[in-house]
Every structure is written in C-alpha cells, then in structure tokens.
C-alpha cells in the first residue's frame, strides 16, 4: 500500500513537472506572438529573425514534454482521469507548438515586405488589437495551465469572441470600396488575420483542455 | 501465458479496429475536399451546404475513435510501441478532423459567392490543380493508413513539394500587374491557398506518424 502511494506520489509530481513545462512552452509562445506583432508593425527584420529562429526552441521543449509524458504513460501506466490528464497535456503541447508556428508566419510576412510595413496605417489599429487580443489569451492561458482554473479558461472564449468580431471588422476594411492600399496589403491582411486567429482558437482550445482535465467535461470545441 | 497472450490477441484486434476507423473518416474527408471544391468550382450553393452539414459526422466518428483509444489505453496498458501506436492514431484523428474543418472552410467561401463563383477564371486552372493534389493526398493517406507502407507515407512528400509550388504560384498570380479580379477575389484565392495548403500539410503529417507507428522513427516535420 505505502509504495502504491509512493508511486502516485511520483506520478502526481511528475505530472505536475509537465505542467510546469506547458506553462513554459506557453511564455515561450507569448513572446513569440508579442515579437512577431513587434516586428510587423514597426518593419524590424532583426526582430522577425529572432522570432523564426527561436522557434526551434518551441520544438525541442515539445519533444521534452513529449518525451516525458510517453515515460510517465509507459512506467506507471495511469488509468481513468489520470490517463486522460496526460494525454491531454500531450494534445496541449501539440497546440502550443502550432501557436509558436502561427507567431513565425506573422513575422514572416513582416520580414518579406522590411523595408515597408505589410499593414497599411488604415487597418493598423484593427492588427495592433487582434495582436493585442491574442497576445492577452496565450498569457491568461499560461496562468490557467498553472492555476488549473476553470472560470478563467471557460472566460477566455469572450476574448475569442472579440478576435471573431475584429475579424470580420478587417473583412470589411479590405473589401469595402474605400481600400485604395492594393491587393498585396489586402492578402497581408487577410493572411494576417487568419493567422491571429488560429492563435486565438489554439489558446481556447488548450484552455478548453484544462477544463476537461480538471472536471471530465468536454466545454464546446472549436474549429476556427 | 495464454492470457497474456489472448489479451495481447484482443489489444491488436481492437487497435486494427482503430486504424480501420481512421481510414474511413479518411474517406469522408476525401469526400468532403472533393465536394468543397465542386461547390467551389460550380458554384452551388447545395453542395457546399452538405459539406457544411456533413462535417458534424466527421467529428462523432472523431469521438468515437478518441473512446476507443482511450478505453484500449485504460483496459489493456499497452506499453513502448503499442502505446506509442495508440497515442498516434489519437494524433491522426485530430489532424483528420481538421482537415475535414479546412474543407468547410473551402465550402463556405464558395457559399459566400453564390451565385458568383469565388475564383476568377484566370486562376481556375490553379485552384482546381491544388484541389486535385490535396484530394489526391487525401486518397493515398486513406490507404497508407490501412496498408502501413511506409514507402507510400514517404511518398507523400513529394506531392507536398508540388502544393508548396502551386501555393508560391498563386501568389505571383494574384500580386502580378496583371490581376484585374479585385481586392475581394485575391483574398479569397489567398484564403483558399491556404486552406488547401494546410490540408496537404496535415496529410503529409498523418502519413509521417503511420511512419512512427511502423518504424519508431519521425520523418521530417511539417510546419506550414
């Protein structure tokens, strides 16, 4: 009996070193989003550079909590929510990494167009706050996989409701008679909020995965 | 002994069941690309409708794949590859849902436009080669799932190649002195691009993990 709780004991540690990690990867991305906005709206190629290179920093700390969470199912072989709590940490640090991948394509765009900017001065304050969005989502997300708190990962998906609104405001801008900025701007743009928005679903989606470890319940999915 | 082994019998059973679902929802995405870009193409607002309403099937037989593998994971323990192989398939039904969402996404762009058609003709020819490359993908993704080839998962990659050329194509289309289709064609040629683009992406990836399941080895891995 002493070394069944000994074993949990082991597990619940290792378990929580995952989280620790996810919230990690989590920061990671938040800069990751925060540069890459910095990088789009003021041309800097220097900062779009950082972000693409330390992408590859995102990918190896996947593969660690990858790593860990295969020996933590292998060894100790959990069952029921303990399971489920593991599997999920491995589907939220698929997601993570996807949002550490949306982060390069913005500072992509941004790298492609230095010297000019990619967003033209109209539509910079419609960009400016989905970054802005997104940016607040990945860091209240970091505080759920820490916190563990249902309330505040089922309120994130208001902020996703605001991305939604602010995308289809950008849809307006582009295609209304007054867009006098060219079709490149207008894909950059486009492309851009696409690309702010995925950041936005992935973040409710991990969100959506601590409520489920947390509680059994699967709240609504999303499929941006 | 012989229990050991009948459970073992009974894992490979249910874990052949698995795979066997995955390859049907396969189709069911086949179907639905090929049904988006009918729509698209056509311009029938019917046919992107019953993209639309069908995806909800594509995500029921997402959850029962997910039960499945999570009560073969529960009951049997399965252990280094044969986990890893569990752990797999959950991956790959999530990417395979996604890509029936990517196609939804095709469907509502052409719903949009009805009774106008979304693509110009002058960037047809493009649009319907990307589609038969994604659906091409889609198909031989159905069948690598079932046979375990690892060659043809290899494969796989070189129809990626061809996406990521028509993509860069595209582009120079829309951004040429010559589009004269407007703000809102180019966007929605970009959106489609990527749209396309990303389930080519997720093919190659859930080709790349029926490599992992056969060999223990990742291929290369896809980030687009």
Redesign the interface.
Request: some cysteine; aromatic content about 4%; overall charge negative.
């Given at each position: 009996m002493l070394r069944v709780c000994a074993m949990r004991e082991a597990f619940h540690e290792q378990l929580d070193g995952i989280f620790h990690d996810l919230a990690d990867i989590c920061g990671s991305v938040e800069s990751a989003v925060r540069l890459a906005t910095e990088s789009l709206l003021s041309g800097d190629a220097d900062i779009a550079e950082q972000v693409i290179s330390a992408d590859v920093d995102i990918?190896r700390a996947r593969e660690r909590v990858e790593d860990s969470a295969?020996l933590l199912?292998?060894l100790q072989?959990p069952?029921?929510s303990d399971?489920?709590t593991v599997?999920a940490a491995?589907?939220m640090v698929?997601e993570l990494?996807?949002m550490g991948?949306l982060s390069?394509h913005v500072a992509k765009i941004a790298r492609l167009r230095v010297p000019n900017l990619a967003v033209p001065a109209a539509v910079q304050p419609i960009i400016e706050r989905m970054a802005a969005v997104a940016e607040d989502m990945v860091c209240r997300v970091s505080k759920i996989i820490t916190d563990r708190n249902v309330d505040d990962a089922l309120a994130l998906v208001h902020a996703d409701e605001e991305m939604d609104q602010l995308r289809r405001q950008s849809?307006a801008e582009?295609?209304s008679t007054d867009?006098s900025h060219g079709?490149?701007a207008?894909?950059d743009v486009?492309?851009l909020g696409?690309y702010y928005e995925r950041i936005a679903d992935h973040a409710v989606s991990v969100a959506n995965r601590v409520v489920f470890v947390v509680t059994g319940e699967n709240p609504r999915?999303v499929?941006?």
């Amino acid at each position: 009996m002493l070394r069944v709780c000994a074993m949990r004991e082991a597990f619940h540690e290792q378990l929580d070193g995952i989280f620790h990690d996810l919230a990690d990867i989590c920061g990671s991305v938040e800069s990751a989003v925060r540069l890459a906005t910095e990088s789009l709206l003021s041309g800097d190629a220097d900062i779009a550079e950082q972000v693409i290179s330390a992408d590859v920093d995102i990918d190896r700390a996947r593969e660690r909590v990858e790593d860990s969470a295969f020996l933590l199912l292998s060894l100790q072989q959990p069952v029921a929510s303990d399971l489920r709590t593991v599997v999920a940490a491995l589907r939220m640090v698929s997601e993570l990494e996807r949002m550490g991948d949306l982060s390069v394509h913005v500072a992509k765009i941004a790298r492609l167009r230095v010297p000019n900017l990619a967003v033209p001065a109209a539509v910079q304050p419609i960009i400016e706050r989905m970054a802005a969005v997104a940016e607040d989502m990945v860091c209240r997300v970091s505080k759920i996989i820490t916190d563990r708190n249902v309330d505040d990962a089922l309120a994130l998906v208001h902020a996703d409701e605001e991305m939604d609104q602010l995308r289809r405001q950008s849809f307006a801008e582009l295609l209304s008679t007054d867009w006098s900025h060219g079709v490149e701007a207008a894909v950059d743009v486009a492309l851009l909020g696409r690309y702010y928005e995925r950041i936005a679903d992935h973040a409710v989606s991990v969100a959506n995965r601590v409520v489920f470890v947390v509680t059994g319940e699967n709240p609504r999915s999303v499929d941006g």
